[in-house]
């Protein structure tokens, strides 16, 4: 018998004290080495974007990785790979934690298009109160205090 999953998540961290170093020169070469991070852990992405300070990924799980490990390999080596490479030269690491949402699949277009869109998005809402937001659309209780 195989194995069957189909779990969409939406992984969403931010840089170190939400620091805006996420300059839009660059991005797309970070974007492409995630999303390279996520073809060889056999992860579907369905899509990347992000703002100064934080990222959105879109991407089903292969079964045999854990969504912690996947995110601390994305973490460790994209902040490796942004030092040496100099993409944003003001970068100074991602900030602990993470958001992880899972959605239906019949969701996924919505969701694509709504994290293509981060750029509009955050014309009107900071990334924090955008964070907030998702807590609340998922029902996870949080405390304020560690959100810088």
Known sequence: MSTYTQILYQI???TFKREETLAPSNRQELFRYIAGILQNKKCHLYRINGVYDHLHIVTHLHPSISLASLIKDIKLA???HIKKSKLFPAFNGWQDGYGAFT???RDKDKLIEYVKNQEI???VKTSRDEFIELLDEHGIEFDEK???
Do not use: A, E, P, R
Request: charged share 5%; aromatic share 34%.
């Open 12 to 14: 969403v961290f931010s």
């Open 121 to 123: 998005h955050h014309q």
């Open 146 to 148: 560690y959100f810088v």
């Open 103 to 105: 959605y239906s699949f």
């Open 78 to 80: 994209g902040s490796d």
